[in-house]
């Protein structure tokens, strides 16, 4: 079975004047390990798809199966309970609480689920250290460049020991050299812990990055290529 | 972890915390002033009247305060007062002798309440000793000597060492007239005391009345009013037959105004805390709209509902207790500054004294007041910090991330 399994989705968009289709039958599956771009022209739908994937949004119709569950048979609180232990989050921007140091932001999402003091100090460190982090545990997001925010947001999604990452435009307000950096540690990442990332972007030096492209036009997917094959160890 | 977020999150907007807190302080400190002040009036008022003649506890008969007759004596008086002598924390007692007669001068006659005192005794038990502003309280070997109030001296236009004449029914019903020389005039807080009151020793009285010792009351002063209820216990269950009443209830009007006041003061804090909400749940309104985002990823990445509601009252709260104790700081220190100090009201001196209030006003607020402010400050910042709340947690995690 995949690690995420995107059955028929649909999202429309009915709170507006003219309701939008977001998303148009949409059939995905992802594989655990895997290092996926979702790209396409503004509009096509990758935030849609990347919210209902994440349990940040219901589809109109059809279903997502993560882990072997569909995630419609949550109840609102068991699905942020769902998100905090399996899914990483990195978001565009503005990812991470102001007011605290590169730890906190990183223990803070440990404290959600319960971790002791101690257990959650080490691994923030240790985090952080692995993002290239480890001499400025103690800066706050204004002290550091956005690139290492966006380092500190990976951190923290790895954090909590999800099944998957997904990233909405994680690189969007990056320049391309700190886009490139970034992109290094994830797929660093990705091959050391084997932790499945599925991003979407639509700057083409990040795409040529990704192991599988699939690209959405209009709520639909309109390519889908493999590039890289997983290892063998999958 | 959710504390310090709570504490760093208010220092956020410095200035927009500041004016929310100096809001809360000043409107505090106004407040418990205010409250001090009237407290302070309160106090005085009833601790003049206990210094000027009411005492903590007093008792009489029965059946005198309804009628009044001479006749109407305290049984084994003598007895009861040196019992109530040897009482813990009791530091007088006093008899006293109550006829209503009439006290005529050269030029002019009215109706008086006479007292008839030890004069020993009642020096420990009320103040009348410290308020003579002519002449000078009982002498012991001089006989017939008479205090009278300045108002009553003006009004029969008499002076230090002037001749007047009480009457009054005696034992048998028939008047008894007697001649007294004024050797003192003493001023309190209450004009009307003053108008209406004399103190003649008792033993005048008895030689006059040729009778036995007999008194009508028996006045007992306390070294704290908060002692007064235990002794009050104990007389009235050894004195079953006799009528013992604490200063609440002999001046009902006291107690009553000291309930008002409380009453009172608590709907003005109220109002005051009333105000306040709306400027905390303003603010409060604008950090939260102002992180529409951050809740958004926080509750995207797992931070349930119910914790972000908690984190924005945890705020709220904390915001609250910062402004409520610079306020209660600052309204201590005022309030004990002018607790010893005083604040002078002799502008209005005329008209306190009427109400028998004196001219330097002491303010003062109990510390249960402090408390209840307390709790009320707490409930204001829950009560404010619900609606921005609702607010945060109303956020959709999806719309709240893609709002720039
Ligand atoms: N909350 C919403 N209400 C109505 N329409 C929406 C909403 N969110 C998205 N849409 C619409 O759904 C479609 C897909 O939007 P989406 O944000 O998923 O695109 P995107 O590929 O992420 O675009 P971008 O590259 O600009 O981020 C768009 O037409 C958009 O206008
Ligand atoms: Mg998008």
Redesign the pocket.
Known sequence: MSLIQINEVT?I?D??AVP????NEINLEIESGEFTAIV??????????L?IVGGLDTPTSGSVVIDNVDLSTYKPDELVNFRLHHIGFVFQAYNLIPVFTAKENVEFIMLLQGLNKTDREKRAIELLEAVGLGDRVNNKPSELSGGQQQRIAVARALASKPSFVLA??PTANLDSATADSLLDLMENLNEDFNMTFVF?T?DQRVIDRAHRVIT?HD?AVEKDELKIRLSKNN | MLLSLAWRNIWRNKRRSLIIIAAIAVGLLCGLFTSAIMFGMGESLINSTIDRDLGHIQIHTKTFEDDKLLTDTIPSSIKILSEIKSQPNVTGASSRLIIEGMISSATSSGGVRVTGIQPQDEMKVTTVHNNIVAGKYFSDNIPNQILLGYKLAENLGLKEKSKVVLSFQGLDGSIIYGAFRVTGIFRTESTMFDRSTVFIKESDILSLLASQPIFHEIVVRLNSYQKVDSLYTNLTKSYDDLSVKSWKELAPELKLMDEMIGLQLSIFMGVILFALLFGITNTMLMSVLERVREFGVLMAIGMKRKKVFWMIILETITLAIVGGIVGMILAIITITYFGFAGINLSAFAAGLSEWGLGTILYPVLPVTFYLSITVMILLTAIFSAIYPAIKAIKLKP??AI?TF
Do not use: F, I, Q
């Open positions: 999202k968009y709170g507006t939008v289709k977001g998303l396409g022209p503004s509009g096509s739908g990758k935030t849609t798809l919210n909405d435009e979407s639509h959405l709520g | 999806a719309t893609r």
